[in-house]
T-cell receptor, first 111, second 113 residues
Framework: DTAVSQTPKYLVTQMGNDKSIKCEQN?????MYWYKQDSKKFLKIMFS???????INETVPNRFSPKSPDKAHLNLHINSLELGDSAVYFC??????????FGAGTRLSVL | KQEVTQIPAALSVPEGENLVLNCSFT??????LQWFRQDPGKGLTSLLL?????REQTSGRLNASLDKSSGRSTLYIAASQPGDSATYLC????????????FGKGTHLIIQP
């Protein structure tokens, strides 16, 4: 069974559209994260959620909104997509102070 | 604000050699340090996690060290194999588990058969 799963794996869309990426973990972890890996392969934290509360929110445009219906899910909704949003988005989860486990990533291409 | 730097950016060595990947960080108040490997087009696989109270961790042919006072961590790979070819990422954790990791830009490693 996949520990952290993301859907879809690939997402191609037009500028201005709204899209969502789903993430689920079956590890029983309390904290989940979204990271963005840009074209230069640099990974940067976007959000983390601990027990359904947003803990950190880096300098991410408010077009991005994380939504957590329960502890096992953290979805990422993006409004009014822009060319610069093209990247690979990774979901991760962990126990407090523990190893972070990553999903396989969602490659978003905005045309 | 934590910054993580990895040197070298790329490394190519013959199979069988022992090698060291370097990672440096600016904030010595680091909570933990994690090493990952990323294969092309894939997600990240955790290799080793070192808590701030620890000096090193070992898993098989891998050994990671942490020196908070100098702001450095190393990943030692013994008897390298072609299957070790990947990008290795170092990441620092800042807080009590709910904070995200600050990543370096990685070392792209190629092991020549």
């Amino acid at each position: 069974d996949t520990a952290v799963s993301q859907t879809p794996k690939y997402l191609v869309t037009q500028m201005g559209n709204d899209k969502s990426i789903k993430c689920e973990q079956n590890l029983g972890h309390d904290t989940m994260y979204w990271y963005k890996q840009d074209s230069k392969k640099f990974l940067k934290i976007m959000f983390s959620y601990n027990n359904k509360e947003l803990i950190i929110n880096e300098t991410v445009p408010n077009r991005f909104s994380p939504k957590s219906p329960d502890k096992a899910h953290l979805n990422l909704h993006i409004n009014s997509l822009e060319l610069g949003d093209s990247a690979v988005y990774f979901c991760a989860s962990s126990l407090p102070n523990g190893i972070q486990y990553f999903g396989a990533g969602t490659r978003l291409s905005v045309l | 604000k934590q910054e993580v730097t990895q040197i070298p950016a790329a490394l190519s060595v013959p199979e069988g050699e022992n090698l060291v990947l370097n990672c440096s960080f600016t904030d010595s108040a680091i909570y933990n340090l994690q090493w990952f490997r990323q294969d092309p087009g894939k997600g990240l696989t955790s290799l080793l996690l070192i808590q701030s109270s620890q000096r090193e961790q070992t898993s098989g042919r891998l050994n990671a060290s942490l020196d908070k006072s100098s702001g450095r961590s190393t990943l030692y790979i013994a008897a390298s194999q072609p299957g070790d070819s990947a990008t290795y990422l170092c990441a620092g954790g800042a807080g009590g588990g709910a904070d995200g990791l600050t990543f370096g830009k990685g070392t792209h490693l190629i092991i020549q058969p």
